[in-house]
């Protein structure tokens, strides 16, 4: 399957849009947590500098040190408020009333440790954040810890950090979005050609456009006209060099026919008549291979034929030309039959097939048009027919089922060649209805029973 251009695009820009938004949510995640985790240090550090004003020594080593529960927050007095302190002043402590009973479970650092921050439990499984700080006071070395609950705090920012991978998802959709559509916008001189070039099919186009092409394609446009300017040529000069060629070599065939009139062969009747007939063979080879030669085929931008009313016009001159015969020639083509192919194509076509129906048959052919996936034609007869033994041979220049028959052998060979240039399909068989042989030829390609061109 060849690769989309739209999808290696979206593939494109999304290697490249997915790590850098993962890219942007990891830092986002990381400096949202150390603002949040400083944040809330910086008010314990204000909390522990005002418990440590708080703190009344006294020089008398006999008196115990207090902490005047008027100049503390109110927060540290509420019981499970989620603020806690911890202090220790040598061997006295002081805990926060919101402990009630309990205590931080914190393995105190030692005094020469800076100040430090973690995260730990607290009394009811909640998490905290603890400050522990180190004073010396009036000689005296104290030390502070604070703690508050963050478990909502935490909730916001994983909160803000899930909304945002929601949001980068979003935005690399929308961006794959809109380069889908800026794409398809900018990819619409190709669909453009792409009209001209099913114009190109039907005969109503003979170059396409290069109004509004990009200069990217330009250059595939101007290829694709002089490609089409070149196979035109060679069409045109192939058919004027058989003419040529046809009118050249029909002037000596006449004036040798001519000259089998004279008197010196009055004697020799069976050598003039010899004579005669390889002369007309000659004429009569000569022709077909020149129609040959002639076969437009779809390399070049085909017409559409009315193939109703060409071929009612040949299967008339058939039922002529074999008017001796007594062969009646039943023809089921549908009116308004149209297609993209050359004249002279379907003519030498179809001719040829019912050129050999005639020949071997002995009173009946049947002659079937249809827009079957196409265009079809069905060749019937009444004759001996012929086993499928010799199909491939039938089908080679020269090959005949039966030498006693008039012919030279190249009929149904040359419509194998017409088929193969169109890329269609050639069936050979038995009639049901007549009992003869049977040639089917399938072409695929469009084709209207209105008179126009799909």
Sequence with gaps: MNPSLQNRLAIGLAAILIPVFLGQWLLMSVAVHRIHVDYIASRLRHDAEALLAALQLSDASQVAPRLLSARINPVYLRPWS????????????????????????????????????????????????????????????????VAEEIGASERMVEMTQFWYAVSAVLAVGLLLVLQRVMVRRRLRPLEQARGEIHRLEQGTLRHLSTASVPLEILPFIHEINRLLSTLADQLQKSRQASGNLAHTIRTPLT???????????????????????????????TGRVLKRVRVAGAITPASCTDVSGELTVLVAMMQQMYRSRSVQIEARIPPGLSALLDREDLLELAGNLLDNACKWARTAVCFTVSAAAGLQLTVEDDGPGCPPAQHEHILERGGRADQTTPGYGIGLAVVQEIVTVYEGKLTLGSSDALGGFQVQVQLEFRSSLDGSPT
Excluded: C
């Design 255 to 285: 004036v040798l026919l001519q000259l089998t009139e004279g008197a010196e062969l009055d004697d020799h009747p069976a050598l003039r008549q010899q004579m005669q007939q390889q002369i007309k063979t000659i004429g009569a080879l």
């Design 82 to 145: 989620g603020h806690y302190y911890h202090m220790q002043v040598g061997e006295t402590v002081f805990r926060s009333r919101s402990l009630w009973d309990a205590d931080l479970t914190l393995a105190t650092p030692s005094v020469a440790a800076d100040d430090t921050v973690q995260t730990v439990p607290g009394p009811r499984q909640e998490p905290l954040l603890v400050l522990t700080r180190h004073f010396v006071k009036q000689a005296q070395n104290v030390t502070i810890l």
